[in-house]
């Protein structure tokens, strides 16, 4: 109890009066009541409206010991607004991330009274360019990583294999921003709101499986890409822009540029807003990595329609190096795609061939039982074929580049060669092991010139060999051979045969000589804008008629392909491109004092000098044993096998994007058809994610 004086002051004139008064609690109530209120703050917390409204500032009185959910709770109560607060979440500017722990409390996420805090909806729209250079508007989930974002947008356009995709920003150009600022409006018109549009952003019909859906409107079974046939934009290719509008386009591009470009990958294990991307900003969805698996026509139509696209914006725009051959054979199967889609015949899904594992599984279970012979056959150890025949060598290490004729002789997955047929009884001049080897093309079939170039691996990188064929037919086998040892398979594979047949055609489709029965076209009688189907350097090299004409003797070859199998070859043809799929970066290699450019591809990493921009190394990620990052001194180590170990820092981007470009293709050679589609998304993370 404590005794305190009371003063009355309206008796003060009379003299002063005071008398003891006992208050009703003790000193313990007093110090636990100003503790309680030493322990309380005020919160800033902002809330975001919808679009066209206005933001709003509360100051809420909370304490540590306060959850998230509860500070939630609380701000609702303030706001009093008639309206679904569900999809809003609580976003730290200072500390750039989301609070989404709604158990964690204010101290457990270091949050104090100066933390400026955001109340805004997770799910905002976000402006997209698809690889057909088309923009769309989609709302996706900004507080999710950007590894489920990518897996939400690939969802709502019905794309399979989200795990091959990513999202890049835009690269900046200085020099454009004046003309972007004046046609900003007719570029707003152009974007395709995919949330307008019926059955698209959450629909339900999406399969994972490759089961058959069902149409909820008839009942009718339809594929997962049925429903997109028609009307949808993503599965058409679009026209070729006019040669004009190409050349603007078109920036010839250095290793150092395409580094520069390549630093723009999103961390797929931060959420977009994390990376600094707000409502309405524009990323590009690109095919990051260039390993795609299960292409089935059935259901990746959006898929193989857009990679199709990206695959010819990189030839057009030279972002891919190609020879002029290579060029018209692009052209040629760019101007028969633009055909068959300008045509008013409907696409039927049921003319592409369908895939399915189960069928082909009964079938060979059939013919087994039956006894008859089966394409898929196992492979006989006694009777392992072999090809034996002339070929020429040559080693780039020598001085003169010279090719010399020796038998070779190709068995199991080695390729050994001799003097000539008599010695091949005896020891070898050296016997070749194509086990996890590079088999790349070497030809010019207008100048009858037919190699190929091996790249074999050895303790410090790959030793090359070129071999040279004779004829098309000769190339076709000795290559296929190559293709499968380096898989580690032998000729008796039931594929061998198929593998030949594709070179062949792949092949005939680089021919500019029309196939036999078949006269020349008549260009005359043509209307063709040739220009438009190459790249702006090659379009300066001859005249539109001479163009065409070269266009047209290649399309003869290719002129009963589907339009499906005709993206697909053309595809086919892109990954053939020495250059196909390789992403550079600045780095600085440890022991150096000068910057070299580091190569990443799907299968092996390459060290590029500078100044020569020729390969130094090769180092495949078969051999990889391990590797790790040092997030301190930002330093990539590697280790293959024979003892080789390799340590770099990245100069022209964070070091996380080439640890991710790495563990992300360690990642995706996991993957098997028996998975289906679950996806190990903690795996991924394991492989790509950093640490801090």
């Known amino acids: 109890m404590i005794l305190i004086s009371e003063f009355n002051y309206g008796e003060a004139e009379k003299g002063m009066h005071c008398r003891s008064v006992e208050l009703p609690f003790c000193s313990a109530d007093i110090g636990e009541t100003m503790a309680a209120t030493e322990h309380t703050w005020e919160l800033s917390v902002q809330v975001d409206q919808r679009e066209g409204e206005e933001t709003m500032k509360f100051k809420i009185r909370v304490k540590g010991d306060l959850h998230v959910g509860g500070l939630m709770l609380k701000l609702v109560e303030k706001i009093k607004a008639p309206q679904n607060w569900s999809d809003h979440a609580l976003w730290w500017e200072q500390k750039n991330c989301w609070l989404l722990k709604n158990h964690w409390t204010l101290d457990k996420y270091g949050v104090q009274a100066d933390a400026d805090l955001r109340f805004t909806p997770q799910h905002k729209p976000l402006c997209l360019q698809l690889p057909n250079m088309k923009t769309i508007k989609l709302t996706i989930t900004f507080s999710s990583v950007v590894f489920k974002a990518v897996e939400e947008i690939c969802k709502a356009l019905n794309i ?39 059955g698209v952003a959450g629909n339900s019909l999406y399969s994972k499986t490759m089961t058959a859906t069902y149409d909820p409107e008839n009942g009718t079974p339809a594929s997962a890409t049925s429903l997109w046939f028609g009307d949808n934009p993503l599965t058409a290719s679009q026209p070729n822009v006019p040669a004009e509008e190409l050349a603007k386009m078109y920036q010839p591009l250095s290793m150092e540029d395409k580094a520069v470009i390549n630093a723009g990958w999103l961390d797929s294990s931060s959420s977009l807003m994390e990376q600094g991307v707000q409502e309405n900003d524009k990323l590009l969805l690109r095919f990051k990595y260039h390993c795609f698996f299960d292409l089935n026509p059935k259901y990746d139509a959006v898929r193989i329609t857009q990679l199709y696209e990206q695959a010819r914006w990189a030839i057009l725009l030279e972002e891919i190096e190609c020879t002029e051959e290579e060029m018209l054979m692009f052209a040629s199967l760019q101007y028969h795609i633009c055909k068959l889609t300008m045509s008013t015949k409907p696409v039927d899904l049921s003319d592409e061939p369908e895939i399915d594992e189960v069928e082909a599984a009964l079938s060979h279970l059939e013919t087994t039982l039956e006894g008859r012979s089966t394409d898929r056959i196992l492979e006989d150890i006694t009777d392992i074929p072999k090809l034996e025949d002339t070929l020429k060598l040559y080693r780039p290490k020598r001085l003169l580049r010279t090719f010399k004729e020796y038998w070779f002789v190709f068995r199991d997955t080695s390729i050994s060669y001799y003097k000539n047929k008599e010695s091949a009884s005896g020891e070898p001049i050296e016997q070749l092991h194509l086990r996890g080897c590079e088999v790349v093309p070497d030809v010019n079939v207008t100048e009858k010139k037919f190699g190929i170039k091996l790249l074999l691996p050895v303790a410090d990188g790959m030793n090359e060999v070129y071999i040279r064929c004779d004829n098309e037919t000769q190339y076709a086998k000795w290559k296929a051979a190559c293709i499968l040892a380096s898989k580690g398979k032998t000729m008796a594979y039931s594929s061998y045969n198929t593998e030949v047949k594709n070179i062949q055609s792949f092949l005939q489709m680089k021919s500019l000589a029309p196939p036999p029965g078949q006269t020349a076209p008549d260009v005359e009688s043509m209307e063709m804008n040739a220009e438009c189907f190459v790249s702006p350097r090659y379009a300066k090299r001859y005249k539109n008629k001479q163009l065409s004409t070269r266009i047209l003797e290649a399309h003869h070859n290719i002129s009963q392909l589907t339009l499906m199998e005709a993206k697909l070859r053309f595809i086919q043809a892109w990954q053939s491109l020495p250059e196909f799929g390789i992403k550079y970066y600045i780095v600085r290699f440890k022991g150096c004092k000068k910057d070299e450019i580091l190569g990443i591809s799907y299968n092996r990493l390459i060290r590029i000098d500078m100044s020569t921009r020729l390969p130094v190394t090769t180092w495949r990620f078969s051999n990889m044993k391990q590797w790790n990052v040092n997030w301190e001194i930002r330093q990539v180590t590697i280790e293959f096998d024979q003892n080789v170990s390799v340590a770099f820092s990245c100069q022209s981007c964070d070091c996380r994007v080439v640890h991710e470009y790495i563990g992300g293709y360690i990642f995706l050679s996991t993957r098997s058809k028996d998975q289906n589609e679950t996806l190990d998304e903690e795996l991924f993370r394991k492989l790509t994610g950093g640490q801090e």
């Open 160 to 198: 399979r294999r989200s795990e091959e995709l990513s999202l890049l920003k835009p690269p900046d150009d200085p020099k454009k921003k004046k003309k972007k600022d004046k046609g900003k409006g007719q570029a707003e018109d152009d974007i395709i709101d995919m949330d307008t549009i019926s």
